[in-house]
């Protein structure tokens, strides 16, 4: 083998699939059965019942054949929900024509409403674990894409990545969120209003002026119970720090990168966790402590207003 020759990955099967590159078994039941159906037949599964749901046993009876045929195809579960997720995440969509390849706010923006609604097609991607950076084509498209929308952007290689995965933060905790919201609606048999309006009608209720002002004054506002979009303010502001960080970096600026945080060594020595355990221990009784003093003040109040 010469030096240029390169090493060929040896690739886990599910991903193997994803790039149609794994062998097709050479035998197996009827024609009927492919790698298309077992994964078209799980996803109908998940999205109708969620990713527990989905089961080789279940998907092979929902095609009516044995677990054991579906090893011939997929060999094991991992698998499957790699090709799952490829399937359930599909391509990105193309830049809308309207969007100049400078406008790299307005495809962020249009990549993330497209990543919003997928993560409402099929809720269950969520419940897929993150095992690093995608290695499947579908994935890496959606990446290469956001990528893309950063092209003419002041920024390096590593910048673009860092800004791609600061946006889909974003995007991943809104349809966290938002997906928590649909499973406690369903499972109660409301609309998922409904439970805004019922915890903020319980914070009006308990939440006094006395015990936590500020928050106090947010509820008087209005802000919990305007049915306005809390995310769709948040995405646009860390869009609005990208464009400042964009702005020092065409000037000639570079701005120092943030300090890390303890390496893991350090928060586990055992000095450092006791410590931490200390601070703990003292913040309780800083709550008990203050909640004690505001409990005096309100009985200092009723005795002077009683006189």
């Known amino acids: 083998m010469t030096p240029e020759t390169p090493v060929e990955p040896e690739l886990p099967r599910g991903v193997a699939l994803a790039w149609g590159v794994a062998a097709n078994p050479q035998r197996g039941p009827k024609r009927e059965m492919s790698i298309e159906r077992i994964v078209d037949a799980a996803v109908e599964i998940a999205d109708a019942e969620g990713l527990a749901a989905v089961s080789m046993s279940r998907v092979a009876q929902s095609l009516g054949y044995t677990t054991m045929s579906l090893y011939r195809y997929v060999t094991a579960k991992d698998d499957l929900l790699v090709l799952m997720q490829e399937r359930g995440t599909g391509l990105p969509p193309e830049p809308a024509s309207e969007l100049d390849a400078s406008d790299w706010r307005g495809r962020l923006r249009a990549l993330g409403r497209a990543q919003l609604e997928m993560h409402r097609e099929h809720p269950w991607l969520l419940d897929i674990p993150i095992q690093g950076t995608p290695v499947t084509p579908n994935n890496l498209a959606w990446m290469d894409s956001m990528l893309a929308a950063l092209a003419d952007a002041p920024l390096d290689e590593d910048e673009r990545v860092a ?15 938002e997906r928590s919201y649909e499973v406690a609606a369903g499972a109660a048999g409301i609309d998922p209003q409904a439970i805004d309006d019922g915890r903020s009608a319980i914070l009006d209720a308990f939440v006094t002026s006395d015990d936590y002002p500020a928050l106090r004054r947010a509820i008087d506002a209005g802000v919990f119970a305007t049915g306005e979009d809390p995310f769709a303010f948040g995405l646009e502001r860390v869009l609005d720090g990208v464009a400042d960080y964009l702005a020092k970096r065409a000037a000639g600026e570079r701005p120092a990168p943030p300090a890390h945080d303890d390496a893991p060594e350090v928060a586990s020595d055992k000095r450092v966790r006791e410590a931490r355990k200390g601070v703990r221990e003292a913040e309780k009784r800083l709550r008990d402590a203050r909640k004690l003093e505001r409990q005096a003040v309100r009985e200092a109040r009723t005795r002077l207003e009683g006189r």
């Open 163 to 177: 800004v791609i995965l600061l946006v889909t933060g974003q995007l991943r905790w809104q349809s966290t969120i």
